[in-house]
């Protein structure tokens, strides 16, 4: 039995409702996805950028876990916190694991549970630690053998103006973003059930490409539209930030409002041909 899969198992016996492991890929400056027990919501082989922030103090520079009882206390850290909230999940922990030997070594990846808010109570951490501990040998070994691969893959060649197509999507809103730096990404979340009509989260004009950039590399759909009152066309109000996967796309602007410029995404663009 894979490493991963025993631990999922085992994690979940605990209360555990979302599993990943992650590889720390310093080189890239990418958290890569090994293993997920939500493949629709977080793909295997995604990733995320590296950020050296206060998450990267407490998990991959002081080798502790990292501990979340509350929404508030990871949406700083992490861009698909509204995913994460939408899914029924309230609270996380990331645990580190650092290869093994007489000698601890650096920081290979991290395993990162979730389940509802105030679900890691110290004693319930402890119970998770020593699992992650217990199978710490087997997950060197599987995380060492993903970053060696990574390592000894040849970089394709790329052209100094060839962009992704994401990268292309993204350009026009970011570039609108930075023409309007004091307009707020007022982020909208569709699914089966349909459109909460209020937003998610309000992001600063800054935030927006990079939010956006992540939802899309893990499969999500966007729709993206500068927004001003009707009759004040000159005056932009806001961005409005639609993401989805299943269900219909988002409604049309409520009277009152006019669309500015706007921009259309789905999954399937991903692979479209240059």
Partial sequence: ???YVDLHTRCTAL????????????????????????????????TKPLERDGWYGTTITGGKTFVANTPPEFERYFFDHALITSLGL????NIPVQQDGPILGPILGTVNLLAEAM?????????YEALVTDARSALCD?????????????????????????????????????????IEGLVFWGGAEGWNPSPSEELEAEEVAFYAEGLLIDGFNMDWTLVAETGLETEANHLRLCFWQDGDPPPALLSGWHAVDGGHWTASDMHAPG
């Fill in 15 to 46: 209360g555990t409702r979302l599993f990943t492991v992650t590889a720390l890929d310093e080189v890239a400056g990418l958290h890569r996805r090994v293993y997920t027990s939500h493949p629709v919501e977080y793909p295997l082989s995604g």
């Fill in 90 to 93: 309230g609270s996380c922990i």
């Fill in 142 to 182: 599987a995380l060492s053998q993903v970053l060696r691969d990574q390592s000894e893959k040849k970089p394709m060649a790329r052209r100094p103006a060839e962009t992704t197509p994401i990268e292309a999507f993204l350009a026009r809103l970011a570039k609108v973003a930075r023409k309007y730096p004091e």
């Fill in 1 to 3: 039995m894979s490493p």
């Fill in 119 to 127: 679900h890691f109570t110290d004693d319930r951490i402890s119970a």
